[in-house]
């Protein structure tokens, strides 16, 4: 089992920035590929980013490209978001997960998720 701990949203303006944070209990292996998810409710869990742990390779929905990085810090066993630029309609509830069969931006094939946390941004 891996637990996922997500924390940093809140509530920001249009154009703000904010920086997630998703910790693992234990150590992450380098076949293991970590997203961040965002959901509204009613709609499907979509990708937003995502990054290969091993070789470090970054992946990104086109509505966060360029104004979302993310990145990685072995040490702490954490993934983290920084969101730039925050637009209203990246409101939504982030989640972190893990999915230990690689590369995927599909959420039915992660194995764990963390309780996820709210960003909302006003106009």
């Known amino acids: 089992q891996v637990q996922l701990v997500e924390s940093g949203g809140g509530l920001v303006q249009a154009g703000d920035s904010l920086t997630l944070s998703c910790t693992a209990s234990g150590r992450i292996f380098s076949s293991t590929f970590m997203a961040w998810f965002r959901q509204t409710p009613g709609k499907e869990r979509e990708f937003a980013a995502g990054?290969?742990?091993?070789?470090?390779?970054?992946y990104y929905a086109d509505p966060v490209k360029g104004r979302f990085t993310i990145s990685r810090d072995s040490g702490k066993n954490t993934v983290y978001l920084e969101m730039n630029d925050l637009k209203p309609e990246d409101t939504a509830v982030y989640y972190c997960?893990?999915?230990?069969?690689?590369?995927?931006?599909?959420?039915?094939?992660?194995?764990?998720w963390g309780q996820g946390t709210q960003v909302t941004v006003s106009s």
């Open positions: 990054i290969r742990w091993g070789v470090g390779s970054k």
């Open positions: 997960g893990v999915d230990r069969g690689g590369y995927s931006r599909t959420y039915s094939t992660y194995e764990y």
